[in-house]
């Protein structure tokens, strides 16, 4: 099935099928990620080699160090954005506009195909299989940001105070939308002045958002950033199974619409960085809020767990496909 392309949706890469039990699957029919593929295709090959030391990412525009460790060693958050700013001041690799990436520039390199690391086959890095920090606040709790992890894919936050790598980025990109991320805050969580600490909240990289963001179309509600349109209730079931989700989805027919469980990407797009619990945008019209859901997109680490989006934090992890535990939110094909 060709893919359907959204404004600041990226394809999560994913091509293949699984049931619940982790067994490859013939994707027709599945409603999973691996059938409906939608999203930014990639182009191929998906990365350049501007040189020995730096890599376009040409689905983003974004620019990486090849080597994915400034330092070579973990480092704290703190000590994460100083050494950034220090390669700026010596025009480390032939550039001084480098940046701690914010979490939806660097989640934007993991393929959800693929594992150790989550990054696409065939890449021209040098990563670890770790957390890597990003810029940007984790909302429910201001002494910790967002990391993402490269080993499966996964995006939680941790201790500012704690070691995580560091891979810093530059360019702009034109396909990634902001996390809606506007204050800066130090080590201990405490609001302070945005200006030179090399934070999202003073960056605020990507797209800018529609204002209004959501237009109300009778019981959906169109997110005019991303062109999506996602069910007003955002629990179809209640607590169900990962297969329980598909199916409600594949089966359900609403005033002519058809619908599918999204993908990870698709569901990440909806947070806004800012806020939590839920981490929507203030004043969205969604009802029925629940604190996790399932994605249709298998994790690659283990297929018979699949993505799921912890809306109250804006964390994105897995579960277990055969627990009923998470929730369906689905969002319309089109």
Request: hydrophobic content about 40%; overall charge neutral.
């Amino acid at each position: 099935m060709p893919h359907k392309t959204f404004p600041f949706v990226l394809s999560t890469g994913q091509h293949l099928c699984f049931d619940t039990a982790g067994r490859p699957v013939d994707c027709a029919g599945t409603g999973q990620d691996g059938e409906f593929r939608s999203g930014r295709p990639w182009p191929k090959p998906r990365f350049d080699l501007l040189n020995d030391s730096l890599v376009l990412d040409r689905l983003t525009g974004l620019v990486w160090p090849r080597v994915a460790s400034l330092g070579d060693f973990p480092m704290s958050w703190t000590e994460a954005l100083a050494a950034v700013k220090l390669m700026n001041q010596e025009i480390a690799l032939g550039h001084a506009d480098w940046r701690l990436p914010n979490r939806r520039e660097l989640s934007s390199l993991v393929s959800y195909s693929h594992h150790r690391p989550a990054l696409p086959e065939g890449h021209p890095f040098t990563v670890s299989q770790t957390w890597y920090w990003t810029s940007t606040t984790a909302a429910i709790a201001p002494d910790c940001a967002w990391r993402v992890h490269l080993e499966g894919g996964r995006m939680f936050y941790g201790d500012k105070a704690r070691d995580a790598m560091v891979w810093p980025v530059r360019g702009e990109s034109s396909v990634l939308a902001r996390t809606g991320q506007q204050q800066c805050r130090d080590a201990s969580g405490v609001i302070i002045d945005c200006t030179a600490t090399g934070q999202d909240g003073e960056l605020r990289k990507g797209a800018p958002w529609p204002e209004p963001r959501f237009l109300m179309e009778e019981d959906w509600v169109r997110d005019l950033l991303t062109g999506l349109l996602w069910r007003r209730s955002t629990d179809l079931l209640g607590t169900c199974t990962w297969e329980e989700a598909l199916l409600a989805a594949t089966s359900l027919r609403d005033k002519g619409r058809t619908w599918r469980l999204p993908t990870i990407r698709e569901l990440e797009s909806l947070v806004d960085a800012k806020h939590y619990d839920p981490a929507l945008p203030l004043g969205h019209p969604f009802t029925d809020i629940r604190e996790a859901y399932w994605s249709s997109t298998s994790s690659a680490y283990a297929p018979d767990w699949s993505y799921c989006l912890y809306l109250h934090k804006g964390a994105v992890g897995v579960g277990f496909k055969a627990k009923r535990e998470f929730h369906a939110w689905l969002v319309a094909i089109e």
